[in-house]
């Protein structure tokens, strides 16, 4: 087994490749460095380094061994962390928010969980806006978001909620009696859109440019909140497909709610900035899964 000061020594120097700034980091001196390299040399039976008068580089041997030992120290690192925090209770502040009213009850049972476990956290909960969701995550202004995926460019899941998918109509809509209906149908009728800011891979699995079977999807009016987007399909402006807890959430007499049979369910989960994957956010994953178990399939 390798000693801790070997392997800081090797990954520092792996990183500086200067013994002077390695020693000067891990405070002690470039001899101290020099050795330990030998002896870590010695018992591999092969260099690690390439060292000149001018430049130190990896070998081959060295590159790949430093390659798979940061995973494996940083794991330890993370480990003996966890491992503090419980012992020491987490402190701070934590801010998280959720988006559409559906949402509200998975995060609020997962406040309850952490809070239950880490008493000295202080957690803010906050309802975001749909056209702020993303910029609150960068910004920082929120740690962790509730939200529906595909949320692209940030670390999310496991999804915590699945629903099915409905297309909402106007009550006087041809298709407000049907059964159900198939994705088909948004090829035969203006559907209703997303603000600009939202991403790509939201807008394309929500209101795609086109249907299973390649027809084009005709765009309707852009609707700058969910409760606008909501009365332009009742004004009868555009249908739009949703999620069905929209109906509990959502239930009014001048709108109508159609299963859609073939649309796989929406899923809803923790989404965070993955440069802010701290303790807190990751605790907060962990209270959220606990706190809402999925069914059974």
Excluded at 195 to 211: C, E, G, I, N, Y
Aim: glycine share 8%.
């Amino acid at each position: 087994m390798l000693e801790r000061y070997e392997i800081e020594a090797f990954l520092t120097l792996a990183s500086e490749l200067h013994f002077g700034r390695t020693a000067e980091r891990l405070g002690v001196t470039t001899g101290r460095i020099s050795h330990v390299v030998r002896r870590l040399e010695r018992r591999i039976g092969a260099p690690l380094f390439e060292r000149t008068s001018r430049v130190v580089r990896l070998t081959p041997i060295g590159s790949r061994l430093a390659e798979e030992m940061r995973p494996l120290v940083a794991g330890i690192e993370e480990a003996v962390q966890r491992a503090v925090d419980a012992g020491r209770g987490l402190t701070g502040e934590l801010r998280v928010a959720y988006v559409g009213e559906s949402a509200a009850p998975v995060l609020l049972r997962a406040v309850a969980r952490f809070t239950e476990r880490h008493p000295d956290c202080a957690v803010h909960v906050h309802e975001a806006p749909l056209a702020t969701t993303r910029s609150s995550l960068v910004d920082g202004t929120i740690d962790v978001l509730i939200a529906a995926y595909p949320f692209d460019g940030m670390a999310n899941g496991p999804a915590l909620l699945h629903e099915r998918r409905m297309l909402a109509v106007a009550a006087d809509h041809p298709l407000a009696g049907a059964e159900s209906v198939s994705l088909e149908v948004l090829g035969d009728h203006p559907v209703v859109q997303y603000p600009a800011v939202t991403s790509t891979a939201f807008k394309q699995d929500r209101t795609p440019d086109r249907t299973p079977a390649g027809r084009p999807v005709p765009k309707g009016p852009v609707g700058g909140t969910y409760s606008e987007m909501l009365a332009l399909v009742a004004l009868g402006r555009g249908v739009l497909p949703v999620g069905e807890q929209t109906r509990r959430y959502h239930g009014r007499p001048d709108l109508a709610y159609v299963p859609i049979h073939d649309a796989p369910p929406i899923r809803r989960g923790p989404v965070w900035l993955a440069s802010n994957t701290t303790t807190r956010v990751r605790e907060f994953v962990r209270a959220a899964v606990d706190a809402n178990p999925l069914p059974a399939a």
